[in-house]
């Protein structure tokens, strides 16, 4: 067998029209260099640079899906994996197979949620503010579910009028405690209320 040089996170390429990759080009990912994860590092075939060459570049993940963990086999591969690169004398690895497996289901979900809609990353800002709703109060969490400039039409944010439905409930309960004027907004009795809408929104959006 080949030596095994190493694990990764590999996903395809999801997106029609970029300058670099081909919808269903396979490319390796390399684990989050600075802090966020809205991109990331990856190594794959170019669609037209050097018939094929690996190339390694920034891209948005919300380009990618069908994330999953495989084994570095190719010398070819792991050398850009592994290069300098710009600032960074030496590029973070995935420390072991089970690192990459913890953060694919991460990701997994996240694409699971962003699918089907124009705005995808917004999508999973307001899936993961409605999560954080659910685990209690969060003053950032409510400005965003509350943003006046939301749109609710179908397409862009939401994919059904049942989703659009929930966030409207949620956001008439948020408004109302607010409406109240309690400084501690878990002590309102709406409160259970808002969570248990919080959790039906958030299976909505991550069907």
Not at 40 to 50: A, C, E, S, Y
Not at 87 to 102: G, N, P, Y
Not at 144 to 151: A, E, G, I, L, R
Request: charged share 25%.
């Amino acid at each position: 067998m080949d030596e095994l040089l190493g694990w990764c996170v590999v996903a395809n390429v999801a997106a029609e029209g970029l300058k670099h990759f081909s919808p269903g080009t396979k490319v390796w990912v390399l684990p989050p260099q600075w802090d966020g994860t809205e991109s990331v590092l990856v190594v794959g075939r170019h669609r037209g640079r050097g018939h094929g060459r690996f190339v390694r570049l920034v891209m948005p993940r919300v380009h990618l899906a069908n994330f999953r963990v495989r084994g570095v086999y190719q010398p070819a591969v792991h050398r850009e994996l592994t290069r300098a690169w710009r600032d960074f004398e030496s590029l973070r690895q995935w420390e072991s197979e089970e690192h990459a497996e913890k953060l694919v289901a991460f990701w997994s979900l996240d694409a699971t949620v962003q699918a089907g809609v124009d705005k995808p990353e917004k999508r999973v800002e307001l899936y993961h503010c409605v999560r954080w709703l659910m685990a209690g109060e969060s003053e950032y969490a409510i400005r965003k579910v509350m943003d006046p400039d939301m749109s609710f039409e179908l397409g862009v944010l939401f994919r059904d009028q049942p989703e659009v439905d929930a966030v409207h409930e949620l956001r008439e309960l948020l408004d109302t405690i607010e409406t109240a004027g309690v400084a501690n907004w878990r002590n309102n009795e709406l409160w259970p209320v808002v969570r248990t809408v919080a959790g039906k929104t958030q299976a909505l959006l991550s069907r």
